[in-house]
Structure formats: C-alpha cells, structure tokens
C-alpha cells in the first residue's frame, strides 16, 4: 500500500496536499483498496463552502457507498469532473486522483491532519 | 448455457392464441382513444407460440434458487422456509376473494384476522398495537419514524431533528430517517459489539429525535447494555426505535418493549416466515407502545359492540401509508404461521436459530477469522481476511459456494468488518446440512491454500459464469432493443 512522504492524511483515509493557495483532497490507496472497483463518484460545486468534516462527495465500489469528508473547512475552488466519467482512475492512481482543490479558511488546520508515519500506523491499526 | 430472451426465440407472425371472428361491429382504435394518446408504431412485442411461451418461463424458473431448492444463509434476511400451509390458509375464498372496497360488515372474517394479528404481534413484541399498512421493511420504519416525529410536533419539540444510529445499522435506517428529514448521527461499536453507553451519552441532546437499533445487532450480537442505553436515551427525552430485522433470535424470550423500545417495526417476510424477495410482497408492520397508539396510521382496525370495524377517527394519526390495509395476503400467511407454531414454537423457532448459528460458527471459527468471540445469536459474521492476505477476496469464496450447490451469506455486510460474511442458517435447516454446509466452506479454505486461482475463477457450475460486476454497473443494458434498430 503506498503512502507518499510529503502529503498529510485522515482518519478517513483522506490525502491532502497543499500546492501554491490551494488544498488538494483525494482519496488514499488504503480507502480504494477497500472499497474495490469504483464505479461512481459524487463531488461537490465549485463555489460550496464546507466545514471541516462535512460529508463533500461519496464514492460508490461494486461493494458500498461511502462518504468522503473534508479534511479541512474551505471553498470548493475546482472540482475535478474528469473522474466522474473515469472513476477507475481512483483505483488505479489515487494519489493523482484529485477530486477537489479548496481554498482553506484557515490553513493552520492542516498541522492536525496525519502526517506519513501517523497515518501508516492508522493502517497497520485497521488491518 | 446461454438462455435467449423470448423476443429473440420468435419469429414474426407466431402467436399463441386463436380467437373466433368478431361478432359485432368494429370501430378504429382511433374513434375511440384521442389521437395523442395513441402510439404511432406497433409495440414490439414477443411473437411465439404457446409452448414456446411454456418452455422458455420453465427453462428460466429452472435456474432459479431458492429456500425451497436449499440452504439459504442470506444474512440479516431470514430467509426461512414458508410453510406450505400458509399458502392454503391466504388463498382460502374467504380471503382471495373479497373486495378491499367492500363495507366492515362483509368483510368481518378479514377485518378479526387482521385485529388478531395486530395483537399477536404486540404481545410478541411487547407493544400496545400495530398497525399492519406498511408493505415492506423500510416503508415500516418510515412509518416509525413518522409517528416519532408525530409525537415529538405534539410534545412541542420540533427541534428534535438528529438520530443516532449505530455504524452496523442496515442502509435503510438512514435512508428512512433522511427521509423525514432527520440528520443522521453515528455511533460506533465498541470491540465487544456493543454501543458505548459514554459515546451514546455525549452524543444526546434536546436536538435528538430518537435511536434506532437493531438487537439483535447486524454482527449477529445481543446489546449488552440494552437497558442502560433506554434509560440514556429516555433521560433526554429520545424515544428508541427498534428494527425488527432480527426479531428471529428472541421470540418468546424477550421482547423489545421490556428492553425500553418505542416504536418496533417486522419484517412479516422475514421472522413470520411469509415469502421473501422475489417472492414477496413483503409487510413491514409497525408497533407501538402505548403513548403512541393515537399515531398510527389509519385505520386502526377496532372491535366494537361485537362488530370489527375500520376506524379513521383517529385525530393524531399520521394518516394512511398504503392503498386499503396493506399486503392482506401476507399478513393472512403470517397468521396462519403464529397460530400453527404456538407460544412455544415461536420460542423454539428462535432457541433452534440461535443454536444453529452457534453450531456452524464454532464448525468454521479456526477456519475463518471471527472477529467478535462471542456466543452468537440467530446469525454470525466472518471475516475473510485472512484468505484475503492469500488474494483471495470474500466475494470469490462466495461465488465458490454456488458452486457447490449452496446459495452464498450475506457478504461486505455489516460495513464495521473487513471482508465480511454474515450467515444466518435460519431455524428450519437441520444439522445433516449444516454439517454439509460447513464441510464445503472448509474445503474453500482450503482450495484457498492450495490452488486459490481456481477460487478466483468461480463459479463454474452455475448457469452463468464470473460476471464482470464493474461494467454491469458503469455500463448496464437494461432493456432489449431489436437488432434491426442497431443497424438503422
């Protein structure tokens, strides 16, 4: 299962990363690979401001629906539609799988989400 | 084998009918029906004769499975066998053939088997009255809480918009309470199975409607703390909701309104052994403590001066929730299946599930990790995660049952476990075929050491083979369209 150095992560199997003004989320290997083959994706509007843990968009697998939360509160600032025609791409690249870029309202939140190490340690945890 | 679609068995001109020459007058369909309502090309309807018609229908109820062909451990789903005599009993003329339009006093055999079976099914679940409307499961628990939200709007908390519900609930108790537009709040089990009565504690509030529970839980486990999470509840002005799904496990032996609960909704077609799925209809009957009777939905059926009546007086109520009085027929076969078992049967039905369950858990648990060690009642769950470290996932293991002739457990289900297969072997499966039933899923944990790509390939033996499930939900045909169109 891969977990790259240099993102941080929840408890919810969420990847964050930061990249000039904006907070890219997606989904981790460990939370497509539970699901199994994804066969559809719900995302939220460019323009919605959500609270961190607010339920922003659901992954459907052959198996169950899940939610995907925020990591952090933020105004949704793109949303990447193209996975919504490939959902496969979640399984295949998660981590390049973006599936919203938000503007954080407070970035300062960032510093409690996991870094590498703490969420491997969640993994190995659940397993 | 590949079974064609009768539209692809016929040939055009072939019919099953020969009807004499007509008699009277003829009038153009376009006299009679208004222009816009008339299609402006013929339906492409099956041409083929009648033993065409025949053979196909029997060639297709031929690859059906069901209870009656053999084991059926579908999780959750009690899928017991229907006794035959509840199919003599609903199809008596007395029942069959009766008008629901007709007045109370035409219909007073329907209407005393309807206001009996409403108090059978209280004293069963320790309510006041049920109503017996609902048509399925999940209608029963919008019903529910519908007279939650009803009694919270006559007590004048409105703000009673939240309700707990545990992570292993089926998908349908949030579905229902979003549907009265309820906010679902969630709360986990602890690593015995049961609710936290500390978290449940924390999450209580005056905004809180309600929790809604199924005891036993979906991981086949008695709550421990029952009593203690009634009063948690309760003290905060919460009323408990109980989903009947499991209601097999404790008939007889306790009752979920000695347990504190509210509002119980059944499952006729699951506990009260009345056809399930396909099958069906189904009836989702929902009871109530009695503080709540004036919600009900009407008509409540009454008796009176001697007279069964249906009764639409009933100011509170949150009106009607299905056309007449619900799936009659069912609630006939339900009848005749608690009176045929007695207050013992019932209480055996439940002793010889939950010992069933028992016995095949303890046959399978150095086979299969078992991740909650506990006596189970009318059902347990396995996970498959250690055949999964080998590559091979739950869903192949249980496409390999098929082919050893058994109909799979419930699978990926409850969500809180990995890999999970959720059995329920039912009351009426013996021990010869439980013994069978665990020899064949020992021998798939063993194929699974031993050659796992045949697992993975499975099934073999079964009419069709592995389906590839992502394209058939990415990319579904769900309707037939004549070849010549395709090349149009």
Same mark, same amino acid.
């Given at each position: 299962?891969r977990?790259?150095?240099g993102?941080?992560y929840?408890k919810e199997h969420?990847?964050v990363?930061m990249?000039e003004?904006?907070?890219y989320i997606?989904i981790?290997?460990?939370?497509?690979?539970?699901?199994g083959?994804? @066969?559809?994706?719900?995302?939220p509007?460019?323009g919605?401001?959500?609270?961190?843990?607010?339920?922003m968009g659901? @992954?459907e697998? @052959?198996?169950?629906?899940?939610?995907?939360?925020m990591?952090?509160?933020?105004?949704v600032?793109?949303?990447?539609?193209?996975?919504?025609d490939?959902?496969?791409?979640v399984n295949?690249?998660?981590?390049?799988s973006?599936m919203?870029?938000i503007?954080?309202t407070?970035a300062s939140?960032?510093e409690?989400?996991?870094?590498?190490?703490?969420?491997?340690?969640?993994c190995?945890?659940?397993? | 084998?590949?079974? %064609?679609?009768?539209?692809e068995v016929?040939?055009p001109g072939?019919?099953?009918?020969?009807?004499? %020459?007509?008699?009277?007058?003829?009038r153009?369909i376009?006299?009679i029906?208004p222009?816009?309502?008339?299609r402006s090309s /013929?339906p492409e309807l099956?041409?083929?004769s009648?033993?065409?018609?025949?053979?196909?229908f029997?060639?297709?109820? *031929?690859l059906?499975?069901?209870v009656?062909?053999g084991f059926y451990?579908?999780?959750?789903?009690?899928?017991?066998?229907?006794?035959?005599?509840?199919?003599?009993?609903?199809r008596l003329?007395?029942?069959?053939?009766?008008h629901?339009?007709?007045? /109370?006093?035409?219909v007073?055999?329907?209407?005393?088997?309807?206001?009996r079976?409403d108090?059978?099914?209280?004293e069963?679940?320790?309510m006041?009255?049920?109503?017996l409307?609902?048509?399925?499961?999940?209608?029963g628990?919008?019903s529910?809480?519908m007279?939650m %939200?009803?009694?919270?709007?006559?007590?004048?908390?409105?703000?009673?918009?939240?309700?707990i519900?545990p992570?292993?609930?089926?998908?349908?108790?949030?579905?229902s309470?979003?549907?009265?537009g309820?906010?679902?709040?969630e709360?986990?089990?602890?690593?015995?199975?049961?609710?936290?009565p500390?978290?449940?504690?924390?999450?209580?509030?005056?905004?809180?409607?309600?929790?809604?529970?199924?005891n036993?839980?979906?991981?086949?486990l008695?709550?421990e703390?029952?009593?203690e999470?009634?009063?948690?509840?309760h003290?905060?002005g919460?009323?408990?909701y109980?989903?009947?799904?499991n209601l097999?496990a404790i008939?007889?032996?306790?009752?979920?309104? /000695?347990?504190?609960?509210?509002?119980?909704?059944l499952n006729?077609?699951?506990?009260?052994?009345?056809p399930?799925g396909g099958g069906g209809?189904?009836?989702g009957p929902?009871g109530?403590?009695k503080?709540?009777?004036?919600f009900?939905?009407?008509?409540?059926?009454?008796y009176?001066?001697?007279?069964y009546?249906?009764?639409?007086?009933q100011?509170l109520?949150?009106?009607?929730?299905k056309s007449?009085?619900?799936?009659?027929?069912?609630?006939a076969?339900a009848?005749?299946y608690?009176?045929?078992?007695?207050?013992?049967?019932?209480?055996?039905?439940s002793?010889?599930?939950v010992l069933?369950a028992n016995?095949?858990?303890?046959?399978?648990k150095?086979h299969?990790?078992?991740?909650?060690?506990r006596?189970?009642?009318?059902?347990f769950v396995?996970?498959?995660q250690?055949?999964?470290e080998k590559?091979?996932?739950?869903? /192949?293991m249980?496409k *390999?049952?098929?082919?050893?002739?058994?109909?799979?457990p419930?699978v990926y289900f409850p969500?809180?476990?990995?890999?999970a297969?959720?059995?329920?072997p039912? +009351?009426? +499966?013996?021990?010869?075929?439980?013994? +069978?039933v665990?020899?064949?899923l020992?021998r798939?944990?063993?194929?699974? +050491?031993?050659?796992?790509?045949?697992?993975k390939g499975?099934?073999? *033996?079964t009419?069709?083979?592995?389906?590839d499930?992502v394209k058939?939900?990415?990319?579904p045909?769900?309707k037939?369209?004549?070849p010549?169109k395709?090349?149009e």
């Open positions: 299962m977990t790259p150095e993102l941080k929840t969420e990847w990363r990249e003004d904006l907070v997606g981790t290997d460990y939370a497509q690979d539970s699901l083959d994804i @066969v559809f994706i719900e995302l509007a460019e919605d401001v959500l609270a961190s843990g607010q339920t659901v @992954v697998s @052959v198996k169950a629906a899940s939610d995907i939360y990591p952090l509160s933020g105004k600032k793109k949303v990447n539609n193209a996975l919504l490939n959902p496969e791409s295949e690249n998660p981590y390049d973006w919203i870029a503007e954080p407070d939140e960032l409690a989400l996991l870094n590498q190490d703490e969420y491997k340690k969640l190995a945890k659940e397993d | 084998m590949s079974q %064609r679609l009768i539209f016929g040939k072939r019919k099953g009918h020969s009807l004499p %020459r007509c008699d009277v007058p003829v153009g376009e006299e029906v222009e816009e309502y008339l /013929d099956p041409q083929v009648e033993v065409d018609a025949i053979r196909h029997t060639a297709l109820s *031929r059906n499975y069901g009656d062909n451990p579908l999780g959750s789903c009690t899928m017991k066998y229907n006794p035959k005599i509840n199919e003599d009993v609903s003329a007395g029942f069959s053939g009766v629901p339009a007709l007045l /109370d006093c035409a007073q055999g329907c209407l005393e088997l309807l206001y079976t108090l059978l099914l209280a069963i679940t320790g006041a009255r049920v109503s409307q609902p048509a399925a499961g999940a209608h628990e919008l529910g809480l007279i %939200r009803a009694n919270h709007e006559q007590n004048k908390e409105e703000q009673r918009k939240k309700i519900i992570d292993t609930a089926h998908g349908t108790n949030p579905a309470a979003a549907m009265v309820y906010e679902v709040i709360v986990k089990t602890d690593s015995r199975g049961n609710i936290d500390a978290e449940l504690r924390q999450l209580m509030s005056e905004e809180v409607a309600g929790l809604m529970l199924t036993p839980s979906t991981l086949g008695f709550e703390n029952i009593i999470v009634a009063e948690i509840v003290d905060s919460g009323l408990l109980y989903d009947g799904a097999n008939m007889g032996i306790t009752r979920p309104g /000695d347990m504190g609960f509210d509002i119980v909704h006729l077609h699951k506990t009260f052994s009345t399930h209809p189904g009836s929902v109530v403590k503080e709540l009777v004036p009900l939905p009407t008509p409540v059926i009454q009176r001066n001697g007279q009546m249906r009764d639409y007086e100011p109520s949150i009106g009607q929730v007449f009085y619900g799936n009659f027929a069912v609630v076969k009848y005749a608690i009176m045929s078992m007695g207050a013992k049967g019932l209480r055996n039905v002793k010889t599930a069933n016995y095949l858990m303890n046959k399978l150095e299969f990790y078992l991740p909650y060690e006596t189970c009642m009318h059902e396995l996970s498959g250690t055949q999964k590559g091979v996932s739950t869903l /192949d249980a *390999r049952m098929m082919d050893y002739g058994f109909h799979p419930t969500l809180i476990v990995k890999e297969m959720m059995f329920e039912t +009351e009426t +499966e013996n021990r010869e075929v439980l013994d +069978e665990a020899e064949i020992i798939i944990a063993r194929e699974v +050491e031993e050659s796992p790509e045949l697992v499975a099934p073999y *033996r009419p069709i083979g592995r389906l499930e058939a939900v990415r990319e045909i769900l037939w369209t004549p010549r395709n090349n």
